[in-house]
């Protein structure tokens, strides 16, 4: 369980930085699963306490259909009515993210692997089937959760071959935007027949810092599938007629903000990860849908100094968050489940990290929109 030595420490938003509040949020890894993960009672409720006291405005809530119905017909919802009724109580907002299949609803082959649940929703061997099984379970959750949860974005980087497998006749075809565009239609419209006033999105797509990519194949070792980044994923799905009111994106970079890789013209942020995908939405005439972050933040490695971390901070929050076209920004990660990545505010004793300090630094003295570019 995160410590609390560091908490008087923290005075997130204050003065002009209540502005954006409501704007900000955190993921926190408050649905874990498991004694391997810490994910007693205690550890999640104390979670909340803290995004809540860092002044973050919600949380990004994972749905997992693997979890809530791992037998078929069968949904448990008693873990996520305890988490929405503890976030309402603290006045921290959430928005759902529905991913994930059970292994009912996955290929038979598949089923026993390590996972399976990133495999695309196939049921008795059909993906009509399995997008429709899939698109139910995501309009109960938007009915059941109705007034405290109203934003819900459709499955977590299905253009990244980690997070999109699709097996046929033995051969994993990997990511696929007309595949997908299929499950996300019937998934929102779903959604939207249940609650009428939801918002729905495209969920998070990978930046891939703006290029395509040859990602290995986790079922495959050796072979290798096509990433294509989120403005090219999107594009391919708006040529296929989807029509989105909005795009959830994780416009990580592999160098800070304005930084161009040797050999380009533009930078990789903002250019190649943000506004590559509005460019592509004014292209196909979507002027209004508007951009959700779901996942954003800095790998402060060692070879990062403070005052780095600092700088590429500022510039990727002002940016975001004075964006006019962003919704809201999550920053990734509360503290880190991953102990190779270096993404958390916190250390899981609750000391500040280099994160931690850029993020207090910056929203404890919060310049204001035009201090950003818009």
């Excluded at 399976?116 to 379970?137: I, K, L, W």
Aim: with cysteine; aromatic share 10%; glycine share 10%.
């Amino acid at each position: 369980m995160i410590a609390l030595p560091w908490i008087a420490l923290w005075t997130f938003l204050t003065g002009q930085g209540d502005v954006i509040r409501g704007r900000l949020f955190v993921q926190a890894h408050i649905a874990r699963y498991g004694v391997a993960t810490n994910s007693s009672l205690q550890d999640r409720q104390h979670r909340e306490d803290v995004s809540g006291r860092l002044g973050f405005g919600g949380v990004g809530l994972p749905f997992e259909w693997f979890r809530i119905e791992a037998v078929r017909g069968r949904r448990s919802w008693a873990r996520t009515d305890s988490i929405v009724c503890e976030l309402t109580g603290r006045g921290l907002r959430a928005y759902g993210l529905l991913a994930f299949s059970p292994r009912w609803a996955v290929p038979p082959e598949i089923a026993p692997r390590p996972r399976s649940e990133a495999h695309r929703p196939v049921v008795d061997g059909s993906s009509a089937r399995g997008d429709t099984a899939f698109a139910r379970f995501a309009a109960e959750a938007a009915r059941r959760y109705r007034g405290r949860i109203d934003r819900w974005e459709v499955w977590n980087e299905e253009n990244h071959p980690a997070f999109w497998f699709d097996v046929r006749n033995g051969t994993n075809a990997g990511p696929s935007a007309p595949d997908y565009a299929t499950l996300f239609v019937l998934t929102r419209d779903s959604i939207l027949a249940a609650v009428p006033g939801a918002e729905v999105a495209v969920g998070g797509l990978a930046s891939f810092s703006g290029h395509v990519r040859d990602v290995e194949d986790e079922l495959n070792p050796g072979h290798q599938l096509r990433a294509e980044p989120s403005h090219l994923y999107l594009r391919a799905l708006l040529k296929l007629g989807v029509r989105p009111a909005a795009v959830a994106i994780h416009p990580y970079s592999v160098v800070p903000p304005g930084a161009r890789v040797k050999g380009e013209g533009a930078p990789i942020f903002p250019t190649q990860v943000v506004d590559s995908v509005f460019d592509v939405l004014d292209a196909a005439g979507l002027k209004t849908t508007k951009a959700w972050i779901t996942e954003w933040g800095v790998d402060a490695a060692r070879r990062l100094s403070q005052a780095e971390v600092d700088s590429w901070y500022r510039a990727g929050l002002l940016y975001l968050l004075c964006h006019p076209r962003i919704s809201f920004v999550t920053l990734y990660t509360l503290t880190d489940p991953d102990p190779h990545t270096h993404f958390g505010l916190l250390s899981d004793e609750g000391i500040e990290t280099p994160d931690g300090h850029a993020v207090r630094v910056l929203l404890a003295a919060w310049p204001g929109c035009s201090a950003g570019t818009s």
